[in-house]
C-alpha cells in the first residue's frame, strides 16, 4: 500500500486497539502480530482510524503539539509507515491496497 | 463415574481417581471430569493430526473433533475435550503418580481452562499480609525459589506456575492452587529444609516436587495486590543490585502477553480474549519489572524488599 498525504484511511480488517494509559497497543489477528504505540501514537490512530485525511491528521497535531512542522510530519510518515508495515491500515478512499 | 471430588484454581474437579487436591467447594468457577482411560488401546488417532512436534519428548495435536492431545513422555498422555471439561488420562509406566498430576494438574488442565475461556498466567504467587502478589516468568526463570524464600519467612503458598485470575468489584482475585511447589533440591533444603528424597518432576530435570500443606499454604482466594515480571536469567546475571522497576503502560501490556499460560493453543477467538482479559488487567493492578543477581543467597534480601514495595502499593491503595 502507498500513502499520500491526500489519502483518508482507516483500520484494516481484524485489527484491534485499545488505549492503555496514555499508550496505545495494536493487534491484528489475521498475522497475530503486536505494535505498541507511544501516546503521540495512540493520539495519531485515534484521529485516522475514523477515515481521516493523512493531512488533516497533521493539521490537527501541529495545533495539538508543540513541534516543528517538518519534524512532525517525517515522524507522522514513518509512523504511517510501520501501520503500513504491520498492516494495521487500508485506504478508506476506495483506492486498491 | 467420578466419584472423587476437588476444587482448585477456582475450578471443581471430578476425578475416577484420588488426587492430592482441596475438598471440593461449592462455589466454584468451572468444572473439569478427569477420567482414566483404559489401559490398552491408542487414546487418540492421531493419523490425521500431522507430525511430532519438534520437542521430542512432547506432542501435542489438534483432532478432528475439537479435542486435543498431549502427550508427555515417560509422563503421561491425555486428550481434553472439545469444549474443555472433560480429561481423559494415562499414566505412563515410567513416572510416578506425583509426577503424573503435576501435568495432569498443570499443563494438561490448562488446555482445559483455555478451552473454557480462561486466560491463566505463568506465573506463582505467595500471600503477604492477606494479599497476593504474583511473580510472571517463563520457565527457569526464578519464580518457584523465590516463592520457597517467602515461605521460608512464614508467608503462604497461593499456586506454583499457574494462577488464575477473575476481576471482582474491589480488584482482581487470585485463586489457590495445588498444594506443592516444584524446586530444585538445593532451593529446597535452602529455603524449607526438605530432605532430598521428595519424587522428581520428569527425567530432563531434577527440580523436586515438594507437598505444601497446612499452614503453609492459603486455600482460599485472595485479592492480587502485584505482579513483578522476572527478568531472565541473561539478563540479571551480571547485576549486583536488586532493583523494582517501573514499566509503562504497553510495557506491562506486552510482558503480560508474553505471561499468558500455554501459548500453542492461538486462535482468533483466544487472541481476542487474551487482548481484552490483559487490557483490562493492565489497568487494574500494579505491574512491575524485578531485576536481581541470581544467588540464593541474595533471595532473602529480594523479598525484603518486595515487601516493603508492597507496602508503599497498599499505602497508595
Known sequence: MTVSISNRIKAAPDVLFRLVGDEGVLLNLRTQRYLGVNPVGARVWTI????????????????????EPGALRLDLDRFIGQLVEHELIESADGDPT | ???YRYSVYGIGVASDAPLALPAYTADRLADVECVTAAAAGPLADLTQAGPPHPRSWYRHASLPDGSTYVRWDGIGEFVVAADGQRITHRQLNASSFESFQVYMLGQALSFALVKQSFEPLHATAVVVGGQAIAFLGDNAFGKSSLAACFLEAGHQMLTDDLLILRPAADGV?????????????AVARRFLGEAAHRGGMNAETD????????????????????????????????RTDVSIEPLSAREVFFELIKGTFNRRLISRQRLERQFSFVGALTE??????????????RLPEVRSMLVADLQRLTFLD
Open chain 1, 48 to 67: 485516522l482510524e475514523p477515515g481521516e485525511t493523512i493531512q488533516a491528521a497533521y493539521e490537527t497535531l501541529l495545533r495539538e503539539y508543540d513541534v
Open chain 2, 1 to 3: 463415574m467420578s466419584r
Open chain 2, 284 to 297: 487494574r493492578v500494579p505491574v512491575r519489572k524485578l531485576l536481581y543477581p541470581r544467588a540464593l543467597d
Open chain 2, 173 to 185: 482475585i487470585a485463586y489457590p492452587g495445588p498444594p506443592r511447589i516444584k524446586l530444585f533440591r
Open chain 2, 207 to 238: 527440580k523436586l516436587i515438594v507437598p505444601i500443606d497446612g499452614d503453609r499454604r492459603c486455600s482460599h482466594p485472595v485479592r492480587l495486590a502485584a505482579i513483578y515480571t522476572l527478568a531472565a536469567p541473561r539478563d540479571a546475571c551480571r
